[in-house]
């Protein structure tokens, strides 16, 4: 088995269908999501790559999807990163499917982003964690990967606290 990243293809209807579903169930870790808003979502997006086996790469065992400064997404943790300044690149959301978790596929989808950062000449990659409602395994992962808090937000009306990390682009 070989791992890899792939684009993910917003036109194509059955991955479409493939990335909401997972998506929907990673919910409340990350927001449900409609068909047309994941469109939206990854073609305004500066990075939307999907983790494969080589070996199925139709099957999508997880997703990430990212912006750069100065996108047209209405986010309240993308709008508190973007009013400290321009030089991130914001995961907007990273998700791996249940079945395939625990095998390294976090650091591959982390790994396509942070390279992404660095051809654009981004000095950060930044992302939110949810820590009401709790997500105590995606912060100790992001801690893992060098991530740092470097603020917090209460977002969604009151409903979610979010911790909003950053890793510096080595």
């Known amino acids: 088995m070989a791992i890899t ?10 991955e479409l269908t493939a990335v909401l579903t997972l998506n929907n169930a990673a919910v409340p870790a990350v927001n449900a999501l409609t068909t047309p808003e994941l469109r939206v979502l990854i073609e305004t997006s500066h990075l939307a790559r999907a983790v494969v086996d080589s070996d ?4 999508i065992l997880g997703v990430i999807i990212a912006f750069a400064p100065g996108a047209a ?5 993308y709008a508190w990163f973007s009013a400290r300044g321009g030089d991130f690149l914001y995961v907007d959301r ?20 942070f390279d ?16 009401d409602p709790p997500n105590p395994g995606s ?7 060098g991530f740092e808090r470097v603020g ?3 977002t ?9 990390l950053e890793a510096r682009v080595r």
């Open 139 to 145: 912060l100790a992962f992001h801690t893992r990967l």
């Open 5 to 14: 990243t792939r684009p993910l293809d917003s036109a194509n209807p059955d």
């Open 56 to 59: 199925s790469p139709a099957e």
């Open 73 to 77: 997404y209405e986010s309240e943790n």
């Open 152 to 154: 917090d937000l209460t």
């Open 116 to 131: 992404a950062a660095r051809a654009a000449d981004l000095g950060a990659v930044t992302c939110e964690v949810n820590t």
């Open 94 to 113: 990273i998700i791996v499917a249940e079945t395939a978790r625990g095998r390294g596929l976090g650091p591959v989808l982390y790994a396509a982003v």
């Open 156 to 164: 969604k009306g009151g409903t979610v606290s979010v911790a909003l």
